[in-house]
């Protein structure tokens, strides 16, 4: 069966620190991976997807970005933290076979302090 | 610009109360309207919907989409302080991008 995992699940980081969040898939091959980030009151919101190796979309310009060193691993980083970084964090994975939609990860709670 | 609207955005009911929440889109490409319930951390998947007057039932839960109109509606009956949660609405289009609403919190009492 497909799992996504997701870590961390909780980060407090001080301002202008880098930021590193990981995300696997395990189970199926060659999957389209998203990050979204979740504010209050404001719905997901897709910053970057990656339908492959090396493979990154970004839908929002900001301070964040993504990569996609192996086929099952979809990185989110930031060099220097902003204090509008913090969120909720979203990694998804896309299976339109099994009419699931996404499948999301745990998430991660980021603090920028 | 594509979008998705939810009302209400939060609403309070008592244990035994039937809840309908509301999602409307306006979505390029449309393929599928999902929805989704997030308790504590990530959303879990409940329906996808495709075809319009086709409802679709999980135990207390339904949900039906109106293609026509644009618009999709979660019933809910019998809540139970379980269903407090945020129910997510999102807009599948054929080039599988995601548009999500700003979701339903609801807070069923006990």
């Known amino acids: 069966s497909q799992t996504i995992h997701q870590w961390p699940a909780t980060l407090v980081q001080p301002v202008g620190s880098p930021l590193s969040l990981e995300c696997t898939v395990e189970?199926?091959?060659?999957?389209?991976l998203y990050w979204y980030r979740q504010a209050a009151g404001r719905g997901l919101q897709l910053l970057f997807y990656?339908?492959?190796?090396?493979?990154i979309s970004s839908e929002v310009p900001q301070n964040l970005s993504a990569s996609r060193p192996q086929d099952r691993q979809f990185i989110l980083s930031s060099k220097k933290l902003l204090l509008s970084d913090s969120g909720f964090y979203l990694c998804?994975?896309?299976?339109?076979?099994?009419?699931?939609?996404?499948?999301f990860g745990s998430g991660t709670r980021l603090t920028v302090v | 610009e594509d979008k998705v609207v939810q009302s209400p955005l939060s609403l309070v009911v008592h244990e035994g109360d039937t809840v309908t929440l509301n999602c409307s889109y306006e979505?390029?490409?449309?393929?599928?309207l999902l929805w989704y319930k997030q308790e504590k951390k990530a959303p879990t998947f409940l329906f996808m919907l495709?075809?319009?007057?086709i409802e679709k039932k999980s135990g207390r839960l339904s949900s039906i989409l109106d293609k026509k109109e644009l618009f999709s509606i979660l019933n809910i009956t019998a809540t139970q302080t379980g269903d407090s949660a945020v129910y997510l609405c999102?807009?599948?289009?054929?080039?599988?991008?995601?548009?999500f609403g700003p979701g339903t919190r609801l807070s069923v009492l006990p």
């Open positions: 998804a994975w896309m299976n339109l076979r099994e009419d699931y939609g996404y499948t």
């Open positions: 189970g199926t091959s060659n999957p389209n």
């Open positions: 990656s339908v492959g190796i090396g493979q």
């Open positions: 979505v390029t490409n449309f393929r599928s």
């Open positions: 495709t075809s319009s007057g």
């Open positions: 999102a807009a599948l289009t054929f080039g599988q991008n995601f548009v």
